[in-house]
């Protein structure tokens, strides 16, 4: 490569790191972030797909969730997904599935972050510190679900981990996610033991959550009933600077610090703080910290035996607690207003107990998937470790054993194709014979129609017709008197038989009259058939044979293939179209019979892969037959069955 090719490519790759510290810069306007994000992403693309590459690609794909653009988020780390297992880039494999695993946390779809948490954690092998933080996460969606033993599990995993490590920073995050699991188990001690353990920790980093810490240090002795000494970690971070610099966390100790005198009996000047605090959190937006102001402030004014203003905030605070699927607090609030309002009491309590029981419900059925998607993940890493460790004698004999199941597989699904196709081939015999038994049947009643037709035509012509023109000509030998007027009458009734001769010779003439037998045969099977179905699928029809098609010329195997397919297109209609108009067309086009089967009912998807078994069936019949089958449908729009069969 020359120099100056050399000097552009790692101006560009500058450029990229730029960019993408650029796209994470939260005061630029998050269309410029995009724009950052955009580049970055084509330029990557751009290259052959490499491990650094593909972190910064994830990195990349991540950045595009920040900046809340949900759907690109998707391609893009789906993206990374896909180059990450062409390269067997374990790593950039593991991130894409934190990446969505954190995404689904944000959107509270815990089963599916639980999945890719799961999933990243296997990538993450041969990376401890990533192993850790996976287990990390595991941990908080097992809490969401108070399954405080499978989340104080892996939390203790991962501190071994960050222990080895010597990450504090996450030391101090995972000692403060036990001591609130110990808090929520209302094992107070053991709570204060795992916080002492992140003070320590906080000394080592320079990490603001000892500021959190002194707040829930203050909660744990709240809960335990040490308000004195509650309000004395509380008090450590009241000071102004902290109000000024940040005032969610300065209204919520504030909130605590208050709740906490109001618990000792001591009500000097807690109402102000109580509203300071709620004033803070309702301008910040939070509605969490809002909803647990208002509970603070029905606690507040119940003690007061103020019940009509405990009343108003319980009910801010249950419509709060709902609307934000807070269910704790949402309990709070139903148990709060059961107490106030005595006269809806017994509805509270209701609601209460009702949705207690469905939270537990939830929580368990949670519990079991988070367990059965460890269990499975456990087993696939140790059937991994197994499968390594083996000796190549056991491979060599694992290859052989799978040699040998292969080929008795082969062989067995040959025998099974085997006597299918003989199935078939008996059955379609089978079917040939029904049909031919069917056409001499029609045959042998036609021809005893026609006998009996002739036989008819026989005795009108030669016994009746006889008779008559014997019984004129005698009738023309008689002599007739003088009369006008019977000479009259006695010529009009020798006409008159004259005429009926005529008209019995012209019917003996049209019944002896011959016709094909075979196209009668034929459009009478069809019609018998259409007929009957017509009857059980409750639908009108349309028959028509082109007058130029010779049904004599046509073998019994594709007549009885005709059938077939008509019979398993009219079934289809009766089960699935709801049809209530069905066509049949017999045409001739390009020295190829065509079949039209048409109906008026709800169609289908042609798309779709897996056609139903009579599609295949009709198809099935039409390739015997050398033919082609269209099928044209679209929902609401019926069904269209075209079939051209070559004559010859």
């Given at each position: ?131 850790g933080k996976m287990l990390v996460g595991k941990a908080f969606i097992k809490g969401r679900f108070s399954d ?44 204060l033991f795992y916080y002492q353990k992140a003070l320590e920790y906080s000394s080592k980093v320079n990490n ?97 035996k103020d019940t009509l203003k405990a009343k108003k905030y319980a009910l801010d605070a249950n419509k709060i ?328």
């Amino acid at each position: 490569m020359k120099k100056e090719e050399k000097n552009i490519l790692t101006l560009q790759k500058d450029s990229l790191s730029i960019w993408i510290k650029n796209s994470k810069n939260t005061e630029i306007p998050n269309d410029k972030r995009r724009k950052f994000l955009d580049k970055s992403y084509n330029f990557i693309l751009s290259e052959s797909a490499d491990s650094t590459s593909l972190r910064k690609l994830s990195d990349v794909a991540y950045q595009t969730f920040k900046v809340k653009d949900t759907l690109l988020f998707k391609l893009r780390n789906e993206k990374v997904i896909s180059l990450a297992s062409k390269v067997k880039d374990s790593f950039s494999l593991g991130d894409s599935h934190w990446n969505y695993a954190t995404y689904f946390v944000r959107t509270e779809k815990y089963e599916k972050a639980y999945y890719h948490f799961n999933l990243a954690e296997k990538y993450f092998k041969s990376y401890k510190y990533y192993v850790g933080k996976m287990l990390v996460g595991k941990a908080f969606i097992k809490g969401r679900f108070s399954d405080y033993t499978g989340s104080e599990q892996n939390q203790i995993k991962a501190i071994k981990i960050f222990k080895e490590l010597k990450k504090y920073n996450d030391l101090l995050n995972s000692y403060t996610s036990l001591a609130v699991i110990q808090s929520d188990l209302k094992l107070y001690d053991k709570s204060l033991f795992y916080y002492q353990k992140a003070l320590e920790y906080s000394s080592k980093v320079n990490n603001k959550n000892k500021i959190s810490l002194n707040n829930n240090i203050g909660m744990a002795y709240l809960e335990k009933g040490d308000y004195p000494k509650a309000i004395s970690y509380f008090k450590q971070d009241l000071n102004l600077n902290f109000k000024k610099n940040n005032p969610r966390e300065y209204a919520r100790i504030l909130d605590n610090y208050a709740y906490c005198k109001l618990l000792s009996n001591d009500t000097v000047r807690i109402k102000k703080s109580f509203y300071k605090a709620l004033q803070i959190r309702d301008s910040l937006k939070h509605k969490d910290d809002v909803l647990t102001s208002k509970i603070h402030l029905v606690e507040y004014y119940k003690f007061l035996k103020d019940t009509l203003k405990a009343k108003k905030y319980a009910l801010d605070a249950n419509k709060i607690a709902y609307n934000i699927k807070n269910s704790r607090d949402y309990l709070k609030t139903l148990k709060l207003l059961a107490f106030l309002d005595a006269q809806n009491a017994k509805y509270y309590l209701k609601n209460y107990i009702s949705y207690s029981d469905s939270i537990l419900n939830v929580e368990r059925t949670y519990q079991n998937k988070f367990a059965r998607i460890s269990h499975d993940t456990d087993e696939y890493i140790e059937e991994t470790e197994r499968l390594s460790q083996q000796k190549i004698w056991i491979s060599i004999i694992s290859i052989s054993t799978i040699f040998i199941v292969i080929l008795f597989y082969f062989l067995r699904v040959q025998k099974v194709k085997n006597e299918k196709l003989l199935l078939e081939t008996e059955q379609q015999k089978s079917n040939e014979e029904i049909y031919l038994l069917t056409l001499n049947q029609q045959s042998k009643l036609e021809e005893e129609k026609v006998k009996e037709r002739n036989r008819i035509s026989e005795e009108l012509h030669d016994g009746i017709l006889g008779k008559l023109f014997g019984t004129r000509v005698g009738l023309g030998f008689i002599e007739i008197n003088s009369n006008e007027k019977n000479q009259k009458q006695y010529q009009l009734f020798l006409d008159e038989l004259q005429n009926v001769e005529k008209e019995i010779r012209d019917v003996s003439h049209k019944l002896s009259d011959n016709f094909d037998k075979s196209e009668v045969n034929f459009k009478t099977i069809i019609k018998q058939l259409i007929i009957s179905k017509s009857k059980i699928g409750g639908f009108k029809y349309d028959i028509s044979f082109d007058e130029n098609i010779n049904w004599y010329h046509f073998d019994g195997v594709v007549k009885v293939n005709l059938y077939r397919i008509i019979q398993e297109g009219i079934q289809n209609i009766i089960k699935y179209a709801d049809a209530t108009i069905v066509t049949i067309n017999f045409s001739l086009k390009n020295n190829n019979l065509v079949l039209s089967l048409a109906d008026n009912g709800i169609g289908f998807d042609v798309k779709k892969k897996n056609n139903g078994i009579g599609i295949k069936n009709i198809k099935s019949r039409v390739q015997k037959l050398n033919g082609i089958c269209k099928i044209s449908s679209s929902f609401n729009n019926g069904v269209e069955i075209n079939i051209e069969i070559p004559l010859n």
